[in-house]
């Protein structure tokens, strides 16, 4: 699953990563608040990024999401 997420992340530009980072972060309830660039640095980016295992399938149902969004919204 985390190969899938990490594949499914890097299909999307830099502006929809970001929205993608927003939406974890409202959508995700958390113990401790976490920052956008935290979440960017330790989940999708470095040498071995890796999304914690409790949110993996959310992470992965929101990344797809967002994809078939993007493929349904007419490109201008």
């Known amino acids: 699953m985390e190969e899938n997420i990490q594949q499914l992340f890097s299909l999307l530009d830099s ?8 939406q974890l972060i409202e959508e995700i309830e958390t113990k ?3 920052k956008p660039k935290s979440i960017y640095n330790n989940w999708f980016s470095g040498k071995y990024p890796h999304v914690p295992e409790k949110y993996q399938f959310q992470v992965l149902t929101i990344l797809q999401r967002k994809i078939e969004l993007s493929n349904l919204t007419p490109q201008l």
Not at 15 to 22: E, G, N, S, T, V
Request: without cysteine; proline residues 0%; hydrophobic residues 25%.
């Open 32 to 34: 401790y608040k976490l």
């Open 15 to 22: 502006d929809q990563q970001r929205q993608l980072i927003k």
